[in-house]
């Protein structure tokens, strides 16, 4: 079992900036890709940004030049750095890491809300 909880979210204005944390604990014992996704109301959950055990990274094109994803594997952490936010970026951001060829659970996400 795997449990991940997510954090920092909140609400800021266009042009702001966040950064969220999840945490990853149980049933881990490599290092292993994880991953940044995101759901706005009435839409699918859909991929934001994506970091291996070795470091590399992907972005969603929506992203990229404003998120940056990074990890700390001592804590089994990882981060998303987000600048320049829209009010499209608005909505539930979720974390996960996968086990061997599959990705856990889902947590509780974290809710981002860029309004003026």
């Known amino acids: 079992q795997v449990q991940l909880v997510e954090s920092g979210g909140g609400l800021v204005q266009p042009g702001g900036s966040l950064r969220l944390s999840c945490a990853a604990s149980?049933?881990?014992?490599?290092?292993?890709?994880m991953a940044w996704y995101r759901q706005a109301p009435g839409q699918q959950r859909e991929l934001v940004a994506q970091?291996?055990?070795?470091?590399?990274?992907i972005y969603a094109d929506s992203v990229k030049g404003r998120f940056t994803i990074s990890r700390d594997n001592t804590k089994n952490t990882v981060y998303l750095r987000m600048n320049s936010l829209k009010p499209e970026d608005t909505g539930v951001y979720y974390c996960?890491?996968?086990?061997?060829?599959?990705?856990?659970?889902w947590g509780q996400g974290t809710q981002v809300t860029v309004s003026s």
């Open positions: 996960n890491i996968k086990i061997g060829s599959s990705w856990a659970d």
């Open positions: 149980g049933r881990i014992f490599t290092i292993n890709p």
């Open positions: 970091i291996t055990s070795g470091g590399s990274t």
